[in-house]
C-alpha cells in the first residue's frame, strides 16, 4: 500500500550499496571535501541524491554527484538515494549554459589548449548543435566558435577539456538562455557563454556505463516531489548490518516523521534568494 501525503505518495528512499551507484557527470573535489567535513561535522546527510534505475543494475546519480562522492570519501559502503522512475514524463532534462563573466580570452584559452574550433554564425551554431554536429560552441560579443565533435573523443570527453580550461581560472555561472543581450543586460559585461547540446535521458544512461563522465554543472534535472531535509543520521549508514537492516532503520525513521506530523509536501515552485 502506497503511503500519501496530501494526496503525493511518499518519495521512494532507499539505501543501496556504493558499489551500484553510478555518476553521469564529474563530482568537483573542491566541494566534496568541504561537504564530506559538514557531513562527518553534523553527522547527517540532509538531503538524498536523486536517482533513477539502470536498465540492467544499480543506478545513475541524477541530482547530486558531489554528495554522492562525499559520502564515499567518508567510507561508507551505503548510500541513501531517492529513487525516481527516468521514463516518467514529469521528470524533465534540462541543460545548463555557463556564462563566464570575469575578462578572460576564452576563445584564445582554448586555442592555446590545443581545443580545436573555428568561426561560425551563431545561427550556423545553434542549427550544428541542434543536429548534434558540433560538441558545443562559443558566444563573446564579436564572434562565435563552434568546437567540433572528434573521432578520437566521446562527447563527454570533449566537453569535459573545454570546460577543463576555463574552470578555476574564471567565474561560472550556470544560466538557461543563450541569449547573449538577455544575459548582457542580467549580468552586466559577459566575457563568454558556452552553449551546450540538449541531452536525451538515453545519453544520461549510456554515460553512467562508461568511463568518461560530463563536467559538472551542465545537466539540470527538473524532478517533481524532491525529498529534502530527510536528514539521515549516518550512524545508520556506518553500521555493519546489513543494507536491508539499514532499510529498515531508514523506513522507521520515516514513519516517526510521519507521526510527528513532520512531513510536508509543496506544489508551489520557488525562488531562492539566500542559496
Known sequence: M??????????DLRIVP?????????????????????????????????????????????????????????????????????????????????????????????????????????????????????????????????????????????????VAVYKGAARIYRVPTEDFDALVRAYGEVSAVVVFPRLAKQDILAIAGSSAKLPTGITRHLIPGRALRVNVPLEILATDEEVSGKQRRLQELVRQRLLEGNVRYYPEGAFLFDE
Open 18 to 162: 556504493r558499489d551500484q551507484v553510478h555518476l553521469h557527470e564529474e563530482a568537483d573535489p573542491l566541494r566534496v571535501e568541504r561537504l564530506a567535513a559538514r557531513l562527518r561535522r553534523d553527522g547527517m546527510l540532509r538531503n538524498p541524491p536523486v536517482a533513477a534505475p539502470l536498465p540492467d543494475e544499480g543506478y545513475v546519480v541524477l541530482d547530486g554527484a558531489n554528495r554522492t562522492s562525499a559520502l564515499a570519501h567518508l567510507g561508507l559502503s551505503a548510500i541513501p538515494l531517492q529513487i525516481v522512475e527516468y521514463d516518467d514524463p514529469a521528470l524533465q532534462l534540462e541543460v545548463w549554459r555557463h556564462l563566464i563573466v570575469q575578462p578572460m580570452s576564452l576563445p584564445q584559452a582554448l586555442e592555446q589548449a590545443g581545443v580545436p574550433m573555428k568561426a561560425a554564425s551563431r545561427e550556423a551554431a545553434a542549427h550544428a548543435l541542434r543536429e548534434r554536429q558540433i560538441a558545443c560552441y562559443i558566444m563573446t560579443d564579436s564572434q562565435t566558435h563552434i568546437v567540433p565533435l572528434s573521432p578520437q573523443h566521446r562527447l563527454a570527453e570533449t566537453l569535459s577539456r573545454v
Open 2 to 11: 502506497e503511503l500519501r501525503v496530501t494526496g503525493r505518495v511518499l518519495p
